[in-house]
């Protein structure tokens, strides 16, 4: 390649005018100038701007998301509009491949052959660039100057890309600097590709997200939808997960919140959900403190589980927030704040979305461009006023409810407990505390099912099988995974305890929970965690008493509890149970190369219910558990 004829630093100096090359020549990293200068020849653009720290150049690159038309400005200052392309609205999992050297397996995710996916993506991005301009950003996950942080560099020929990075991660620049050669980066390099008239990806039948796991490198082109664009989110995580379980740790597909427990007490919970199974609304509780809504690194810092948020802003979906279901968000949505809204209704300067609970205009513009009450598309399906994956981007310090001490510490929190949940209509009761490390991990993480909903592709209604909430992002053998998983706990001197949870149990199609009683099940958790209430001992684990249930009703939701409501949600109910254990036993047998401890555990709460079974029948009382 041209780049590698000279020296990378004397091309640069060439490629790039004096100001942009002072910028780069200042970080002291031979493999970030091969790197820059190996990118830059090939994607040919016709003008690089380097990122520092500085705020000049944030609102540079803010101003570009304007002058090239990806983003529109607001009737409330600080918010912006961008839109995808119609067809380039989610992530685009069958184009997403982890290339990989020839005989690596890794089942369940979509793999590639690394040398002829190189060569596809080199071939899809040659010349891209030309007549565009090139960002190059430099960020880091997690804290600065802490165990805890990965620096990563960013190019992309997106200003929407790059300022949406800016709103969601702490910048870098300074970190590479003061980590010279010793800097261990992540890689990203992005293109759009040719835009159309309203400045959306063009080509997508190129669309391409290589995820490099060899050389930590993501290659994404012909696309903007930030799913497949903002390297460091979930393009990133693949990359961190590779990483943690070769040195120890743990990524995390988790939020990270503070639960307040009584006399000003802290406690600071992970909690992993797949999609529609109510992570967002867990962390975002009114009275209790966000850390961050999405990606957590775990360590064992002198043996305890300490947590940071990877990041410092959210990309949330914004379908279905109302002021009354969602008053902190709605707050935030409707502050003059830094926001970019994707793919909504835009009427008069003014957001809209679905499920906003106010009426929404008849017509305006949003991702499918002029936009009319039964417009349809060309496959005939009628147009919704916002796509069900619009989203916000904004900082999380927004938020009036955002710890921010613990957002920065660059030592994290410490993690007094870990919640798994899922969309379960029959099986799981609405919280449970394993018996241990182990016990946890395997039969309510490495368990971890979810019902589809409306919102998802596919039939709905079907148990999806997703452990740890993490398949879709997984960069490694899911028996490598799970066996970390178990070993970190393992080194653990104080091991945080593990709960389940679960929001959707339904009888005779009624929902046996309201929205907010998850608020109950988290001040008891917290209670366990210090040893402050007793429990019931069931196969599946500890269950509350009713008796603490009543109390924390009354003192959290002002409310009653009934003795009914507690028999029916927290029935044992056995056959479900065993039907659970029987398709994870078969799916891991499946797969091979898991832990036997894995068998271990579902075949000791198997014998467990069958004993129960065996005394109490199929449906079990929690109050007959209780007497045992």
């Known amino acids: 390649m041209v780049a590698m004829e000279s020296n990378p630093l004397e091309f640069l100096e060439k490629k790039l005018d004096r100001e942009q090359f002072e910028k780069v020549k200042a970080i002291n990293n031979p ?50 509009v961008h839109y995808d392309n119609y067809y380039d609205q989610a992530r685009d999992k069958a ?30 991005m040659r010349g891209i660039m030309r007549g565009k301009e090139l960002f190059i950003c430099f960020f880091v996950l997690g804290p600065k100057n802490s165990v805890f942080t990965i620096p990563a560099v960013q190019l992309t020929d997106s200003a929407y890309v790059a300022h949406s990075e800016f709103l969601l991660y702490r910048k870098g620049y300074e970190e590479f600097r003061r980590l010279g050669p010793t800097a261990n980066f992540l890689k990203f390099v992005h293109s759009a590709g040719e835009l159309d008239d309203r400045k959306t990806s063009k080509n997508l039948d190129k669309r391409r997200i290589y995820i490099d796991l060899v050389d930590e490198a993501v290659y994404s082109a012909n696309t ?26 743990l990524s995390e597909h988790m939020f990270l919140m503070r639960i307040n427990g009584p006399s000003g007490r802290k406690t600071y919970f992970t909690g992993a959900y797949p999609s529609m199974c ?127 001490e613990a957002l920065e510490s660059p030592c994290g929190v410490e993690v007094g407990g870990m919640i798994f949940g899922g969309r379960d209509p029959d099986t799981w009761p609405p919280v449970r505390e394993a018996f241990d490390w182990e016990h946890g991990v395997i039969t309510m993480g490495a368990a971890l099912e979810s019902e589809t909903t409306a919102a998802t592709l596919g039939k709905e209604g079907v148990r999806a099988f997703n452990p740890m909430s993490i398949l879709d992002f997984l960069s490694v053998h899911i028996g490598d995974y799970l066996r970390n998983y178990l070993e970190f706990g393992r080194k653990l001197k104080k091991r945080p305890k593990i709960f389940a949870v679960n929001y959707f149990l ?28 007793d429990a019931i001992e069931t196969p599946i684990g500890y269950i509350p008493k009713y008796e603490d249930l009543v109390r924390l009703f009354r003192e959290v939701l002002k409310k009653d509890y009934p003795k009914e409501d507690y028999e029916k949600q927290f029935k044992l109910r056995i056959p479900e149970l065993l039907a659970k254990i029987d398709r994870i036993e078969k799916i891991y047998k499946d797969v091979g190369n898991v832990p036997e401890e894995l068998f271990e555990q579902l075949e000791a709460e198997k014998n467990r219910l069958l004993k129960t079974r065996e005394k109490f029948g199929d449906y079990v009382s929690p109050f007959q558990l209780e007497k045992a």
């Open 278 to 404: 109510g992570k967002t609304s867990t962390a975002m509780l009114p009275w209790e403190n966000i850390v961050g809504d999405d990606l957590v690194f775990i360590k064992n810092l002198d043996g305890v589980a300490r947590a940071v948020n990877v990041e410092i802003g959210v990309f949330g979906i914004i379908e279905g927030i109302n002021e009354k279901d969602d008053p902190i968000i709605w707050q935030v949505l409707h502050s003059p704040v830094e926001i970019i809204f994707s793919n909504v209704l835009i009427k008069d300067g003014k957001p809209y979305w679905n499920g906003m609970g106010i009426p929404i205009p008849e017509e305006g513009e949003n991702h499918s461009g002029k936009w009319w009450r039964g417009k349809k598309d060309a496959e005939g399906r009628e147009i919704p006023p916002s796509h069900k994956n619009a989203r916000f981007t904004v900082r999380l310090e927004a938020f009036p409810n955002l710890d921010r």
């Open 31 to 80: 493999e970030l100038h091969r790197f820059l200068a190996d990118w830059i020849a090939w994607l040919e653009p016709s003008k690089v701007f380097v990122c520092t720290d500085s705020p000049e150049d944030e609102f540079y690159v803010k101003w570009k998301a304007l002058y090239n038309g990806e983003e529109r400005m607001l009737e409330t200052p600080g918010h912006t």
């Open 224 to 249: 903007q939808y930030g799913g497949n664009t903002i390297g460091l989110k979930k393009l990133a995580f693949r990359l961190t997960i590779q990483r943690a379980v070769r040195e120890g740790w």
């Open 506 to 533: 339904r009888e005779n199609g009624q929902w046996l929970n309201e929205k907010l009683d998850k608020a109950v099940w988290l001040k008891w958790m917290e209670l366990r965690v210090h040893g402050d209430v």
């Open 95 to 124: 184009n997403t491949k982890l290339l990989v050297p020839k005989g690596v397996k890794l089942p369940f995710l979509n793999t590639m052959d690394r040398e002829e996916g190189l060569r596809e993506i080199r071939e899809i």
